[in-house]
């Protein structure tokens, strides 16, 4: 409790710093070199399978490209740099990473690592000079999404967390029918996502590089969508888990369900799994409803409200995500996706373990 | 602590019991009777909108007939004897229906008054040698509950509870996916049942009448559900409660979420609601799943599993859940919607109020 009251005043405080922060103009040279061109160039830091999916939609972009990785893999380096003509100067390693902070092709890095991870190759990117991607859930507490906010102000550089939903049409217009209550007020949500997860010596499975398991991989996206569905943030969560295979899930969690009760009135009940498949976002309004069904994956999201099907064109969600931090870095706006909103998501993350060992409710007041 | 587990040692000496009676073969005047035709008459107890809706779907029944009713109205008295060609002299009101047990036209009571009524009607028809129907929830409590299975047992009655669903194609679809195990093991069940309520002068918002509010009326469905599609009993139950209008809902629960986790490790996410709109079954197997989309409704049942479309026929689930009890009388066999699933299903009501009372998980072992 000492240190959840900590991490409140922490958090507080590092939001009127931001506030206070972006009222003088800021010129740093990275803002300098920005401007000079409309397109800005990304290296992917850890070229895993989701950094593959992120460069390959890059190319869909208008206001970014590949410019860059960073890869503690050898054999990567001549793929990446075949596949996307990025010359020698710009890959690193892990351990020459910091001289990103001399390359001025490289203006933002995305974070694409293990969760564990995280803290030090944003907090490195903030102090080589660098705006910063940085792949959900933010890190493995709010101590740490707390420093990495503190990173990037102290070197006046963005942040944003790799929040793809929020830049979907459909979630869209979730978040503008309950944030505007179109409806009327929201009574009930339902998110839930989960899938059978495969290989068991992946790194997702390793509490020591993924922190928790499919709460912290795929939950997340569920307390994002009532979170962004209600623009509200929760004042009580409560939680339950359960396990059925704990050889495969031995260091990480299964499956967990959780409640979160908004200070408007909604509740919204949630779950998430890496041994079921469900994909499904629900709000009950007082006028109405929306849902979609596939809601949290990779295409499929299909919208659907007590008026209709919602029409809205498939778009390239990485693209539009990528494009909408580098304007904010070119247009010095802060990210809808902020490290404020993966710390938010971090602190119901802590919130639910913390039910979950206690058997009780947890305030977040 | 100390009432429930007198409920439990009660309600497993009545199971022993029903056990116990059922191998001798039971002749008494009603079996007798029942056995000299193939159609059996039924007498509705309560004439609201449900007994209307109950008696009109009987005209498509092959094994029972409606033979006669009970209401405190006499105005309906009238309408129902012309609209059924109903003997006056099997017309009954509240005061004069004990004398019903001389009627040998009444085989089945179905009992459809509000929820407070249940046990006093049902142990009433009981006494007066008839089978019994009894709406759900069963009764206000497992007290009640257990008085009625004993009281049909002790005049060699059979008793059922009116859970349509089981009567229903695409439910027992799902029930015999799930119990079968077709899919594998269940892993995780959302079942969800909530609408908004009109009239705020109805017996549904009364306490003294209803007992509770949607978890009485509705979620009641949903709980079910999780039971019959696992063939499980829960554990350990937690829950949650959230009020929005409190005038409205003053005496009874407005919206519930809880959790059922059973031994298996299925667990089971549901919730209910007086105010929302939402109407869903969902179970993730290991190795596929099953969805009911408007599941708990008087119509529109539409099942999908992992491998496609259920195919099931539409049926009229009230007259295939008549036709059952009454093959289940004059077969001598106990319905599958027997009492003691009604007890079931209240004794995880109790639980669920329990839950919310204390904010703490409460163990069903």
Known sequence: MQRRRFIRQLSSSIGAAALAGSAPAIIVRNTLAQTRRNSLGFAFVGLGNYATRLASNLADAEHCHIAGVVTGTPAKEKTWAEQYNIPDANIYNYENYDSIANNDDIDIVYVVLPNSMHMEYVIRAAEAGKHVICEKPMALNTDQCARMIAACENNN?????????????????????????????????????????????????????????????????????????????????????????????????????????????????????????????????????????????????????????????????????????????????????????????????????????????????
């Not at 944003?160 to 409806?183: A, D, L, T, W």
């Not at 009135?265 to 469900?278: D, E, H, L, P, R």
């Not at 778009?315 to 710390?343: H, I, P, T, Y």
């Open 157 to 365: 550089v963005k942040l944003s967390i790799g929040y793809r939903c929020q830049f979907h049409p459909v979630h869209q217009e979730i978040i503008r029918i309950g944030q505007n209550k179109e409806m009327g007020a929201t009574k009930v949500i339902q998110a839930d996502f989960g899938f059978r997860i495969g290989n068991p010596n992946q790194w997702r499975l390793k509490k020591e590089l993924a922190g928790g398991g499919a709460l912290y991989d795929v939950g997340v996206y569920c307390i994002q969508a009532a979170r962004y569905a209600t623009g509200e943030e929760p004042v009580s969560v409560s939680a339950q888990e359960i396990k059925t295979d704990p050889v495969k899930f031995n260091e990480v969690d299964e499956t967990i369900l959780w409640q979160m009760k908004f200070a408007s009135g909604a509740i919204a009940s949630c779950s998430t799994s890496y041994s079921s498949n469900f994909n499904r976002f629900y709000a009950a309004m007082e006028g109405g409803w929306t849902r979609i069904d596939s809601a949290y994956g990779y295409g499929g999201q299909t919208g659907t409200t007590s008026k209709g099907a919602i029409e809205a064109p498939e778009n390239n969600m990485w693209a539009a995500q990528m494009d909408d931090f580098s304007l904010c870095v070119q247009e010095d706006r802060k990210s809808r996706v902020s490290g404020e909103e993966g710390l938010h998501d971090v602190r119901v993350l802590d919130a639910i373990y913390e039910s979950i060992a206690t058997e009780k409710p947890v305030d977040l007041i």
